[in-house]
């Protein structure tokens, strides 16, 4: 980063056709981080893993805490996949997320040079927290909203938010870019990281064929290393453990010149989550903050 903002973003980020591999990790919030914190991991992310961006997930209402994440992100070199967080209460507080992350976009004057994208939901199609048109209006609003500030709006969502309930045309047709979710452990077809391959490949080809050609990241992407309550498989061959979280990122790295071949800019992907502290289960490190495996992936070849 330069020491002042310059005065334009043009040519600011790079081509999306340089964003493919490992690009970086969901990070969670919901701990609501001190930006000591955030600034401590996410210049982990960047120098021990080479990653670019975080994507967030969850909410922190804390006041002034997504100016702390544009602080954290300056100040290591990121850039940020914002997040409108609906929760799973039915409440309508996810419009005072929406408002008040726009109003830190134009009011931050690092914001624009932080925030990649800006995400409504996640999953919020799957979970039904809209109607699909709704949603889609959600997204051409925040579009109209963030023009002067070149942010492009997506959802973060699955193949199968699209399909069910009819599909979600409008949506597709909304957003910029797709933040696809690929969570292969709970398919039915599950077994074990290693034969994988042709389940993510079924829904990466499903939003390659209905994407529009749009730029495609793999948000909330992983393999659990345990179950728990919430994470429950729907294969009764489906491993948890951790090799198989760690084969899963294993068999991802292996594809990057598939990936770096897709239509759009190629495909980028995130590892689901940073910490198990934040997911048990997910997280490249453990509770006590020690890494689970190796971790050094390719973000170009």
């Not at 909330?220 to 198989?244: H, R």
């Not at 997911?279 to 490190?285: A, D, K, S, T, W």
Request: charged content about 20%.
């Amino acid at each position: 980063m330069p020491d002042d903002t310059p005065d334009s973003r043009d040519n600011w980020w790079c081509s999306y056709d340089s964003e493919y591999g490992f690009v970086g990790f969901s990070y969670e919030v919901t701990a609501c981080q001190s930006l000591k914190q955030l600034r401590r991991e996410f210049k982990d992310i960047r120098h021990r893993f080479n990653g670019r961006y975080i994507r967030m997930y969850g909410a922190c209402d804390r006041e002034g805490f997504y100016d702390d994440i544009i602080t954290a992100a300056w100040d290591a070199h990121l850039g940020v996949h914002a997040l409108v967080w609906f929760g799973f209460d039915g409440s309508d507080i996810w419009m005072t997320r929406r408002d008040t992350l726009l109003a830190a976009l134009h009011t931050n004057p690092k914001a624009p040079f932080v925030t990649r994208v800006l995400q409504f939901g996640s999953e919020p199609l799957f979970d039904n927290v809209l109607d699909p048109d709704a949603l889609a209006e959600q997204v051409l609003e925040a579009k109209a909203n963030l023009s002067s500030l070149g942010i492009p709006v997506t959802i973060s969502e699955m193949a199968y938010g699209y399909q069910e309930r009819g599909g979600a045309q409008s949506v597709l047709d909304a957003i910029d870019l797709v933040d696809a979710h690929m969570l292969p452990f709970f398919s039915q077809e599950a077994s074990t990281a290693n034969n994988s391959w042709p389940i993510v490949l079924t829904d990466l080809d499903w939003f390659i064929d209905n994407g529009e050609g749009k730029k495609i990241y793999l948000t909330e992407n992983g393999w659990p290393s345990v179950t728990s309550p919430g994470v429950q498989p729907n294969s009764p061959y489906a491993v948890s453990d951790i090799p198989n979280e760690h084969e899963y990122f294993t068999l991802l790295d292996s594809k990057c010149e598939f990936f770096k071949t897709v239509a759009g800019g190629g495909v980028g992907w995130f590892a689901h989550i940073y910490s198990d502290n934040m997911e048990p289960g997910y997280g490249i490190y453990d509770s006590e903050g020690k890494l689970k495996f190796p971790f050094h992936l390719r973000t170009q070849c």
